[in-house]
């Protein structure tokens, strides 16, 4: 799903929302959450999952093309981690898709 799938999906949910205002929405929480991300914040929406920064320490690494050694600078990548219900209801549909029914041992 893109974003303006999901501009798209908001709009056609909500009949009181105009394009252009599901355009803003999406945007005004993608940029929310983009700030808290920036502020080293966690983000955690319940039954979905939650956003981290995660730092990755300096190392040296290789240029595939030479094979010389380059210095990668330590760098702050957002990490997502889904929640326990987003979790059982993608191994959920999957398993319906596939035909497989449902997955749960007990």
């Not at 908001?10 to 105009?18: E, H, S």
């Not at 005004?28 to 730092?55: P, Q, W």
């Not at 990668?72 to 898709?97: N, S």
């Amino acid at each position: 799903m893109t974003r303006s799938d999901l501009v798209e999906a908001l709009a056609n949910r909500f009949g009181q929302l105009t394009h252009r205002d599901a355009e803003f929405a999406v945007k005004a929480i993608l940029d929310a959450m983009g700030d808290a991300l920036v502020k080293g914040h966690r983000i955690e929406i319940r039954g979905f999952g939650s956003f981290t920064v995660n730092r990755r320490s300096p190392r040296i690494g290789r240029n595939p093309r030479s094979g010389e050694s380059v210095m990668i600078p330590e760098k702050r990548v957002p990490h997502f981690k889904p929640g326990k219900a987003l979790r059982e209801q993608v191994d959920a549909k999957t398993a319906e898709i596939l035909g497989k029914g449902s997955t749960d041992p007990s």
